[in-house]
Every structure is written in structure tokens, then in C-alpha cells.
């Protein structure tokens, strides 16, 4: 499903770097903990890039949105300096949306929960919560899912339950996170453009 996601996401984009991006990353599924980055070129590209360059030939109208984006791909990149750099200084949802993925990823659950509440409810929610609805086992949803919809801090706590074990690698929760991960960069992409 992840793989559809990205195909969806890249057949809808017009930006060639921003695709192309994607397609070094694609094989890439970050861990609920950070490691090292996995590209370091794609590293030292994505902190020095200009948005205007990195969005050609889309206009960039929303320079917030588009420092978001880049701070999302520097996470799936597995540069936690660089990303947290960004999403801090980025003083949207968006912003604090990656902020708190980045401090769960530390794992730092406590400040991440805190960046979930700076959030807000947020669009990307529901889109979680229909993906975990629609593709995730049955002991997962019970755990996850209310009947108010999409609850962070609940993934959190089973995410630092795995992260306590040894259990990083849990394949669901990194498949959720991952998911989530897209559907914020894409809906940042979005309002970077004004679509």
C-alpha cells in the first residue's frame, strides 16, 4: 500500500526534483527510531536547496508549507538534526505536525505528545485514520482507533511500547508512521503551491 501512496503522491506533482527525490527514497522506510541518514548527498542537497528551485516549476506561495516538506523528506531521510532545524523554525501545524514525528523518532514520546497538542487537529488525521482503518490487522485498529477518529498520542504510546522492547522494527506501526509521513508531505506540497 505504501508504494501506491508514493505513486499516487509523484503521478499528481509537477516538481522533476521533488519526484526525483522520492525515487531515491522510495526503498527507504524510516524506523520508529532514527539511524543514520540514509543518503547523504540527498542530506546535503536538501539543506542548502533553495524552495523556489526544489518546487520548478510550481510557484512556491507558501515559503512555511515549503520548508515543511523539506524538513518532511529530510525525516524519511533519516536526518533528525536537519529536520528538527526546519520544523522548528516552521510556525505552522505543518511544522509542528513533523516536529512532533521527529521527537517520537528520537524517541523523545513526552515532547512529541506535546507537538501533537501544538498541532491541532489536523487534516492529515483522518487520512491516517481511514489508511490504519482500511489496511492495518484488527489488534491494531482496537488499539488505535476511537470513535473521535485518528488519536497521536495513542500511536505514541504503542510506538514507545515497541521502542522499550526492542521492537522497533514492528512493521505495522513503521508502515502507520510511514503513511503518515507521506500524507503530511503531500498535503504540505499542496498548500506550498496553494492547491
Known amino acids: 500500500m505504501i508504494n501506491q501512496l508514493i505513486d499516487d503522491f509523484t503521478g499528481s506533482i509537477k516538481a522533476k526534483e521533488i519526484k526525483k527525490i522520492i525515487g531515491d527514497l522510495r526503498s527507504h522506510y524510516p524506523g520508529l527510531v532514527f539511524s543514520n541518514p540514509y543518503n547523504r548527498e540527498l542530506q546535503k542537497y536538501l539543506v542548502s536547496v533553495n524552495p523556489d528551485e526544489l518546487f520548478q516549476p510550481e510557484p512556491v506561495k507558501d515559503h512555511n508549507c515549503a520548508q515543511a ?4 523528506l529530510l525525516i524519511w531521510n533519516d536526518c533528525e538534526d536537519e529536520a528538527h532545524k526546519l520544523a522548528q ?3 505552522t501545524a505543518e511544522g509542528s505536525y513533523f516536529h512532533a514525528i521527529i521527537h ?6 513526552w515532547n512529541s505528545n506535546y507537538w501533537f ?12 485514520y481511514d489508511y490504519v482503518t482500511q489496511y492495518e ?3 491494531i485498529k482496537k488499539e488505535l482507533l476511537t470513535t473521535n477518529g485518528w488519536n497521536p498520542e495513542s500511536f505514541n504510546q504503542l510506538v514507545e511500547k515497541a521502542q522499550n522492547s526492542g521492537n522497533a522494527a514492528d512493521s505495522d506501526l513503521v508502515n502507520i508512521q ?3 509521513l507521506l500524507f503530511l ?5 499542496r498548500h506550498t503551491i496553494g492547491s
Request: hydrophobic share 30%; net charge negative.
Open 137 to 139: 490487522p484488527d489488534n
Open 117 to 128: 497538542r501544538k498541532t491541532g487537529e489536523h487534516p492529515v488525521f483522518s487520512l491516517v
Open 69 to 72: 516538506v523539506i524538513s518532511g
Open 104 to 109: 517520537r523518532r528520537e524517541p523523545d514520546i
Open 185 to 189: 508531505i503531500a498535503h504540505s506540497y
Open 89 to 91: 523554525n516552521t510556525p
Open 178 to 180: 510511514h503513511a503518515e
